[in-house]
């Protein structure tokens, strides 16, 4: 019996796939639900020994609000014996998708924390982002949330937008500010390849203005009561994302559903993309196609100090093992990026700025 205590499920359906969109969806294939909830529950039947008792549950995607209130039931009710009494279930939902009728299913379902995929408030960067919701029905999102009852709101937005300017970006931190969401994730852009905007040649704003920006967004919402708990995360008191924590613990985890990504007792396997391929395997009893990787004491070391260094608590060495190049702690100290004492490490609010640099310096796989 494996000693998981977080499940993640994917759902890959969208209406659309967004400009910077390199996530495993799939569009124009909603006759594939009710299936792929069966296929869902198979794969839940085969792997179910691989988990404990469900501390945490992240129903992601794709746009998991388009699975609609009753297909998340059957998911959540299936599980409900695995978990335990005070298990966080989030999900992920894009404005356009909800209203405070389906919220309130969703929340009847079993859902206690919502994630709206708002990006940004401004119409401009919007359409750059290529999403289908406007500002209106971001808004109106988070208040139909508040409206069903749920207690933990959290609002993914993005930096770095092409054609983003100061006042555009101190726009959206006064829309979030005002908005009072208990949990904000705000990521900066990366145009990955094979997507919309790099095909396009989108350009970023350049990196000074980016480390500027990244700045003022921590100052701004710490000064307004959030907790900068992890790199990209700042949460009200008690509304840090618990499933996320998990991943920066480097706690074990399955993954349900296709691309799914599971790490146990030291393996790691990914299920293979395709709705039509998972949900046909799984309806023979079989796991789905995935590949599968070993990972060896080296790279479970240099991963516990990739995660547990996103966030604001210091790390022990004891748990994370020795960096791979311990002569270079010293200089980092020296240079206030970082604080050490015999058994613990944190990056100084300095170093937290650039983290990746410090892990280059520290760790051989940056």
Same mark, same amino acid.
């Given at each position: 019996?494996?000693?998981?205590?977080?499940?993640?499920?994917?759902?890959?359906? /969208?209406?659309s796939? /967004?400009?910077?969109?390199?996530?495993?969806?799939?569009?124009?294939? !909603?006759?594939?639900? +009710?299936?792929?909830?069966?296929?869902?529950?198979?794969?839940?039947?085969?792997?179910?020994?691989?988990?404990?008792? %469900?501390?945490?549950?992240?129903?992601?995607?794709?746009t998991?609000s388009?699975?609609?209130?009753?297909?998340?039931?059957?998911?959540?009710? *299936?599980?409900?014996?695995r /978990?335990?009494? +005070?298990?966080?279930?989030s999900?992920?939902?894009?404005?356009?998708?909800?209203?405070?009728r389906?919220l309130?299913a969703y929340?009847? *379902?079993?859902?206690t924390?919502?994630?709206?995929g708002? $990006? &940004?408030?401004?119409?401009?960067?919007?359409?750059?982002? +290529?999403?289908?919701?406007?500002?209106?029905? *971001?808004?109106?999102a988070?208040?139909?949330a508040r409206?069903?009852?749920?207690? &933990?709101?959290?609002?993914?937005?993005?930096?770095?937008?092409?054609? $983003?300017?100061?006042?555009?970006?101190?726009?959206d931190?006064?829309r979030? %500010?005002?908005?009072?969401?208990?949990?904000?994730?705000?990521?900066? %852009?990366?145009?990955?390849p094979?997507t919309?905007?790099?095909?396009?040649?989108?350009?970023?704003?350049?990196?000074?203005?980016?480390?500027?920006?990244?700045?003022?967004?921590?100052?701004?919402?710490?000064?307004?009561?959030?907790?900068?708990?992890?790199?990209?995360?700042?949460?009200?008191?008690?509304?840090? /994302?618990?499933?996320?924590?998990?991943?920066?613990? #480097?706690?074990?985890?399955?993954g !349900?559903?296709?691309?799914?990504?599971?790490?146990?007792?030291?393996?790691?396997?990914?299920?293979?993309?395709?709705v039509?391929?998972?949900?046909?395997?799984?309806s023979?009893?079989?796991?789905?196609?995935? &590949?599968?990787?070993?990972?060896?004491?080296?790279?479970?070391r240099?991963?516990?100090?990739?995660?547990?260094?996103?966030r604001?608590?210091?790390?022990?060495?004891?748990?994370?093992g020795p960096?791979?190049?311990?002569?270079?702690?010293?200089?980092l100290?020296?240079?206030? !990026?970082?604080?050490?004492? *015999?058994?613990?490490?944190?990056?100084?609010?300095?170093?937290?700025?650039? $983290?990746n640099?410090?892990?280059?310096?520290?760790?051989?796989? #940056?």
């Amino acid at each position: 019996m494996s000693s998981a205590g977080h499940l993640y499920l994917h759902t890959p359906f /969208c209406g659309s796939r /967004c400009g910077y969109c390199a996530f495993t969806v799939e569009v124009g294939v !909603l006759d594939r639900r +009710d299936a792929y909830t069966d296929a869902l529950l198979a794969e839940l039947a085969v792997e179910g020994e691989r988990m404990g008792t %469900l501390r945490t549950i992240y129903v992601g995607g794709g746009t998991p609000s388009l699975m609609g209130p009753e297909r998340i039931a059957r998911l959540l009710d *299936a599980l409900r014996p695995r /978990c335990a009494d +005070d298990v966080e279930i989030s999900m992920e939902a894009n404005p356009e998708t909800v209203d405070e009728r389906s919220l309130a299913a969703y929340r009847e *379902a079993g859902i206690t924390r919502v994630s709206l995929g708002v $990006q &940004s408030f401004q119409a401009g960067m919007l359409r750059v982002l +290529d999403r289908q919701a406007g500002p209106e029905q *971001a808004v109106a999102a988070v208040d139909a949330a508040r409206g069903a009852g749920f207690e &933990s709101i959290s609002v993914d937005l993005m930096f770095g937008v092409p054609g $983003q300017t100061d006042e555009l970006l101190d726009a959206d931190l006064a829309r979030a %500010l005002e908005m009072g969401v208990d949990h904000i994730s705000w990521y900066e %852009l990366e145009i990955k390849p094979r997507t919309a905007l790099e095909r396009a040649g989108a350009a970023l704003p350049d990196e000074d203005w980016a480390a500027d920006a990244y700045e003022r967004i921590v100052g701004s919402l710490e000064g307004a009561g959030y907790r900068w708990y992890e790199t990209a995360n700042f949460a009200r008191p008690g509304h840090e /994302c618990r499933h996320s924590l998990g991943y920066w613990s #480097a706690d074990d985890y399955v993954g !349900l559903g296709v691309g799914a990504v599971s790490t146990v007792n030291g393996r790691r396997w990914r299920n293979h993309a395709g709705v039509d391929a998972y949900i046909g395997t799984l309806s023979s009893g079989v796991p789905p196609t995935r &590949s599968v990787e070993h990972l060896d004491e080296p790279t479970r070391r240099r991963e516990r100090w990739m995660l547990a260094l996103r966030r604001d608590e210091p790390m022990d060495m004891r748990w994370a093992g020795p960096p791979d190049h311990p002569e270079a702690l010293e200089r980092l100290v020296e240079g206030g !990026l970082i604080d050490v004492d *015999a058994d613990h490490i944190a990056l100084t609010r300095r170093g937290r700025f650039v $983290q990746n640099a410090i892990l280059r310096q520290l760790m051989e796989y #940056a």
